[in-house]
């Protein structure tokens, strides 16, 4: 089975680089140069956050998008911003029966992915892994939890092929019914995490070990939550704050993507996170203060930084 992750940052790297582990033939895509050319030279280091050790994977890697060309799937990883521009690009590519993945933050990439490619190509997921970026071929895995694929067309027998090689690259993973519910509580964990540890620059569990980061978790979960009640979206958990706290810690030693991208003074995906929840209120004629505030504050500091 022929894979293409198309960007392969932290989470396209692991994606990756487990799945050659397996035995699949996994291309790894990114512009970033420095990235491809060592993990083409020298493998991809993978560090488990658990126990330090550190497994070499080498799947292969390039910067250029016909290196992907049979691919029986790609698996998205790029950053949300990036969506329409990679979805435009490889979508002349991507064969006829090839179906395209959605594992990235955020409200939006599936809508896209699906007027690009057609929903009979199209899935969207979600996963509760979590790995940090540490340099030019090596990452960390940082979080570990189950992964939710579905269909676009809810035709999900397409997914069995890739459903066995996650699991055989050793990412428990299930196909589910619903694609709004996956992503929607997905959105409610991004929400509640991301943004503050960027702001208050710390890790997910660093988040618990404070009354007034917790407070801030609760508001910005129980907005999230009072919107997607609103659009009649039903959420996998019936605790969505506990949820969001046992992410967090269970996750502890992960640096957030949105963390990560403050490190490296890059656009983050605040506007398909929190701004995605301001949004969504505002249609529905609903408040969400606190979630509209930490928007606010994380495109003022992209501001300074520009």
């Known amino acids: 089975m022929k894979i293409g992750i198309v960007g392969s940052g932290a989470m396209g790297s692991l994606f990756g680089g487990r799945l050659a582990l397996s035995g699949c033939d996994v291309v790894l895509y990114d512009i970033s140069r420095e990235h491809v050319e060592k993990v083409a030279a ?85 996963t509760s892994h979590g790995a940090t970026f540490l340099g030019p071929g090596r990452i960390r895995h940082a979080g570990r939890g189950p992964t939710h694929i579905c269909m676009s067309d809810g035709r999900n027998s397409k997914l069995a092929r890739l459903c066995t090689a996650l699991v055989e690259a050793g990412f428990e993973t299930h196909v589910s019914a619903d694609v709004a519910s996956l992503v929607w509580s997905k959105l409610v964990i991004n929400v509640g995490i991301n943004a503050l540890t960027a702001i208050t620059n710390q890790r997910n569990g660093g988040l618990l070990e404070s009354d007034d980061t917790r407070a801030i978790m609760a508001d910005l979960v129980a907005e999230a939550v009072a919107v997607a009640r609103a659009r009649g979206v039903s959420l996998t958990h019936a605790d969505p704050l506990a949820v969001v706290y046992n992410v967090a810690r269970t996750t502890g030693d992960n640096r957030s993507s949105m963390l990560q991208d403050f490190d490296r003074h890059r656009a983050s995906e605040i506007e398909v996170m929190n701004g995605a929840i301001v949004r969504e209120a505002a249609r529905a004629g609903i408040p969400a203060p606190v979630n509209a505030t930490i928007t606010r504050l994380v495109r003022a500091l992209e501001k300074a930084w520009a």
Request: no cysteine; aromatic share 4%; charged share 25%.
């Open 42 to 126: 020298e493998g991809l280091e993978i560090e488990d956050s658990a126990t330090g050790e550190v497994t070499v994977a080498r799947p292969r890697a390039s910067t250029d998008p016909r290196a992907t060309d049979g691919a029986d799937v790609l698996i998205i990883f790029v950053k949300s911003t990036a969506t329409e521009e990679a979805a435009s690009q490889f979508a002349a590519r991507a064969g006829k029966d090839a179906i395209v993945l959605t594992l990235q933050n955020g409200l939006g990439n599936e809508e896209i992915l699906s007027r690009h490619f057609g929903p009979e190509r199209t899935a969207a997921g979600v």
